[in-house]
């Protein structure tokens, strides 16, 4: 499976993972299926995306390809304790100026029982250098890519399901996946599940040094997040 992670929320990853994963283990999935993404009513403006930025409180540092930093690179550590509704999630995941962040016109609504949708289009060329940025070598997500037979297109993706970390342990149990207009079956679901478990878990350990979920949790329409992120991220804007 590809080792890609969202930034610094989890919740994401339950249209990134996956959905990268369901795409790999179901042959033949058409890029042309479905219209668009499917529309949870979040909406939102620059100014929630400027205001959901600060309430997390991680600078994003703008890098251009002639710098010499990496083009993803994490600086510092602090403690934080941080609720966001549906729609400071969805646009906090939004406003991501890296280029090769691999997830546009993303909305996430987080339901009373903690129940989470999340609808996108994901942008399957961008994987490699945005895992490649995350600590993987470029033969590695080659290799996933070809094993699994995954196409550089963009397609439309939903996922409904719930998740949570404890500890820099990850549970990720998504319910219902679709790949344009395509359900997918459950057996594929679960199997997409342990992947992305796996994965993320693995990508926390590399980035220990500057991340750290004592506890992220979904309920009463809202995500909880205690632990510690970023001071900085450095980004490749162009």
Known sequence: MLKILFGMIITPVLIVLVA??????????????????????????????????????????????????????????????????????????????????????????????????????????????????????????????????????????????KGSVFNDTVSVNAQNVQIGAIPIPGDIVAQANKEAESVLNDVIQKHSSSFHAESVTFDNGKMDLKGQVPKKIYVLTE
């Open 20 to 161: 990268l994963t369901v795409m790999g283990l179901v042959p033949g999935l058409s890029p042309l299926v479905g219209a668009g993404p499917k529309d949870l009513g979040i909406k939102i403006t620059k100014d929630d995306s400027v205001k959901a930025i600060a309430k997390m409180g991680v600078e994003l540092v703008s890098i251009k390809s002639t710098d010499s930093i990496k083009d993803y690179t994490f600086e510092g550590k602090k403690d934080v304790s941080i609720t966001m509704d549906s729609k400071e999630l969805t646009a906090h995941s939004n406003n991501r100026p890296w280029k090769n962040y691999p997830v546009k016109s993303l909305q996430i609504l987080i339901h009373p029982d903690g129940t989470i949708e999340s609808s996108g289009i994901l942008v399957v060329s961008k994987a490699i250098p945005y895992a490649i940025a995350l600590g993987y070598s470029e033969s590695q997500i080659k290799d996933a890519m070809q094993k699994y037979n995954i196409p550089p297109i963009e397609v439309p993706i939903y996922v409904k399901g």
